[in-house]
């Protein structure tokens, strides 16, 4: 966003709209599509008694108050289908996913309201779910290559830790945003912090990945659990009991 060339228009959809932050990174010239299903969100974001990040943006909004990926397919039917250069899906983040918004049929949904070169970035991070395989293996079902970031703490940047997984029909573009993520994870991290992570996925890191359909996903596939936790799991599904603290027999009940 922050690499664009001045006087080239960009054209910008968001799943999941937040108060709107990244409408601040709008030009005059750009316009943002928000896609938000609750109408409370709405509502608070674009009331200035609370936020004004909307209403201080030079870019041209406009709010979809729907579902957004039924939103994108209805639109993809009209005479003016919406083709954009950047689509953003940032609503993983809770413990309730929509699952719906990362299928293979969602992200074909996706390729085809994107400009040739156009990118979708689904911001994964989350305490509990690894999305980013189910996410790639989706894509390349729908003939897009997949790129991994991972970036520290970065309170210069007023940037806390997340994951992301970027998904084009254009390696090309891929390769750019790949090399200029990783100039900017040339900066200094703070010490102890890991340094940002990208990768760029070929299929052959997918073949494990499971692939979630509109007819098939299974969420329990995603779950990450703390250590602790998984092994307290374990003991109850029947093996050994985890080891406490000052027990070096690892004995013990919780």
Known sequence: MRNRQAGNSTRIG?????????STYGRSEDS????????????????????????NSRASIDVVEADGRLAIEAELESPDPPEFDVLVLDA??????????????ALETYRRALAPDGVIAFHVSNRYLKLA?????????????SLFAENPD????????SRWIFTSPSPDRLRSLA????????????EGKRPMRVVLLGTHRLSAAPLWTDDFTDLRSAVTLPAGLSRWIGFLQGSDPPRISGDPGGGGTP
């Open 32 to 55: 943002f599509r928000f896609y938000e299903i609750d109408p409370a969100v709405v509502r608070i974001a674009r009331n200035p008694d609370y936020f004004d990040v909307i209403s």
């Open 92 to 105: 993983f983040s809770s413990d309730a996913v929509p699952l719906h918004l990362l299928t293979r049929e």
């Open 179 to 190: 090399r200029q993520l990783k100039r900017e994870g040339l900066h200094p991290v703070p």
């Open 14 to 22: 968001i799943i999941g709209m937040g108060i709107g932050t990244l």
């Open 133 to 145: 395989p189910p996410i790639a293996r989706a894509a390349a079902s729908a003939h897009m290559g």
């Open 154 to 161: 970065l309170p210069h940047d007023m940037s806390a830790f």
